[in-house]
């Protein structure tokens, strides 16, 4: 019982970062249609700024977070403008040509700047660890998990009950209409990927203080699953997309956790094939008719 | 057939006229190895992405697992050439990785079909990787150390040939009755549906075309570098054939094989540059898909038939599907 918990927690710990990432994947796959590859490369980019800023400016945590939060939101509009806005009425598959492009751009940029070496994370909050009878937790893995929580429950307001995030609902739903209606659609557009990217930003400085070693090609796997989390959790869906990042969290740590680690990437596929064929709409998805 | 003789003399003629420029230029000594392994890289390149875009191309249905079906040839051919090392056993093994690769493409393909757009990509993008997982797990692929010292009997001759074969194979279908069923599929399912046109199944059997070509090239890839690694069978494999179709343009196998070739060099000519070659690589690729969103060559398709006969009405054709 006691290793349950334990690693309940741990799953709940790495299923918080999915899910940051999984939130922004969403927003983003649900206002342009567009399978963000960079996506993944954006949280390392948030880690690596982490890195930089903790080390040579004496950032503290909060400070840390919310500066890669900025830059990396800055860096999401700035991807959008330059690789993604001149396609938008292109093919799909250009557009994700690109998207590809944009990630070899971010790995190999980086690489070449930072060269390639895995990195030590600066250890900016001291580890403590609590004792709840027998199931440790360290004060990192809280500190993950309330700012995944504070960041969703944002989001959540930001585009319930705010007047931008009633644009990006209905820009999501329908671009011409959205754009007869007065709404601007490149503004909105980039405000998504603004607001997408500071969450992998965000993600990519907590998994740094998490797992303690970053390195430019991080960001390429946790990309992938992060789209795997939000299907599975339904896109469109905010509640949906976290709690769909946390089932891929629990889901890698308990087949790691039974001595399959080998197979750990390889469970999270087989869970997206079986959802995809039994729920295509995802665990909280609306059902909607395929139009053609 | 038979009034088409004249056209496929003159595609025979190239491939033969291919086969000796090559041949003699090696000899000439023009050609040394490094050349030699740029050209038959990009010829097992052609291959694959060839048969991907039979996939994305043709039936329009949007495969991201590529690489899974090639890993399963190279594996044939890498276990069993090494207990059988000649050339019988090496052609053996082609078949037996053929006939792997379609049976885990039916597998794979009959429920995932239902899907569409980045669903289907992503479930196949899934299905390739557990492949690759699987592979890197098992005792007798000697997990992710891989295999080496498989013994060499695809040398640049044969792969050229089976670009040929494969090539020939594929075009072939796109160009019969039931490459059109496929196309249609393509244009309007629902459309195609109505008309008649059994959509899972065709939609199927160039799936499962695509990944028997790909377990060849994985086959020759296999036996010409004589060392794989299940690292090598990754996403980014699936990515980078991905890249050549969608560069040369969905629907021309033509646009394929310049944009194979185009790459190869390119990629062979920045060798020196080390990772700063990956970044002009894909500094290129996003202006390139900006500003000719469609490939390079769009769906135009290089045809010795128009080209000999001059006639308007064909002209006229493609100059509809361009406008498209």
Known sequence: MQTFFQQLINGLSLGSIYALLALGYMIVYGISKLLNFAHGDVYMLGAYWGYYTINYLHFGFITALITAMIVCGLAGVIIEAVAYRPLRNAPRVAALITAIGVSFFLENGMSYLVTSDTRNFPQVIKQKTFDLGGVMISNIQLIILVTTLILTLGLMYIINYTKTGRAMRSVSTDYDAASLMGININHTVSITFALGSALAGAAGVLIGLYYNSIDPLMGMTPGIKAFVAAVLGGIGSIPGAAVGGFLIGLLETAVQAMGFSAFRDAAVYIVLIVILLVLPGGLFGKKQVEKV | MKKNWKYNLCWLILMVAGFYLINTLMLAGVINTFIENMLVTIGINIILAVGLNLVIGFSGQFSLGHAGFMALGAYATGIMTQTMNTAGGFY??????????????LLVGIPTLRLHGDYFAIATMGAAEIIRIVINNMKITNGAAGLFNIPQFATWDVVYIFVCLT????????HSRDGRAVISIRENEIAAEAMGVNTTKWKLSAFVLGAATAAIAGSLYASYLQTIVPSTFGIMESINILIFVVLGGLGSITGTFVATTLLGVLDAALQSLGVLRMVFYAVALIIIMIF?????????????KRLLTKKQDGDMKEAGKESK
Do not use: Q, R
């Not at chain 2, 090539?167 to 796109?174: A, D, G, L, S």
């Open chain 2, 292 to 304: 000719k969103p469609g490939g390079l060559f769009g769906k135009w398709e290089f045809s010795f």
């Open chain 2, 167 to 174: 090539t020939i194979v594929t075009v072939n279908f796109i």
């Open chain 2, 92 to 105: 053996l093994s082609i078949l037996v990785g053929v006939v792997i690769s379609i049976v885990v493409a």
